[in-house]
């Protein structure tokens, strides 16, 4: 069985220096109160700053969808797409109305 290793002295030689864990078993209390004060203000950060994945933004846009299966894009165009442009470009106070029409679907 091997010698167990001891806690090297301040003036010991480079090559007998012990591993960072005795520093840690020397210092115990310290270590413990930096672990517990790192814990306490990851604990106070974690419900103090605010997070969102997000931005709280407010954009005046609303989008309307259609879907009409396979219908062909000038089918669409005229049964759907335009009436719908037709009635959304009633509503008061509107800048801007912008549609896209593919096979089957308005937007």
């Not at 030689?13 to 814990?39: D, G, M, N």
């Not at 990851?42 to 103090?48: E, K, P, R």
């Not at 442009?85 to 593919?102: D, Y």
Request: glycine share 6%; proline share 10%; net charge negative.
């Amino acid at each position: 069985m091997s010698e167990p290793l001891s806690i090297p002295q301040q003036g010991a030689p480079l090559e007998e220096v012990a591993p960072p864990s005795y520093w840690f078993a020397r210092h115990s209390k310290s270590t413990i109160f930096l672990i517990t004060t790192l814990a306490l203000v990851g604990g106070y950060l974690a419900f103090s700053i605010p997070v969102a994945v997000f931005p709280s933004t407010d954009f005046p846009r609303i989008v309307i969808g259609v879907d009409n299966g396979v219908m062909p894009i000038d089918q669409m165009m005229v049964t759907i797409t335009r009436p719908l442009e037709e009635a959304v470009n009633s509503v008061p106070g509107l800048e801007v109305v912008k549609s896209i029409t593919s096979r089957g679907s308005a937007e």
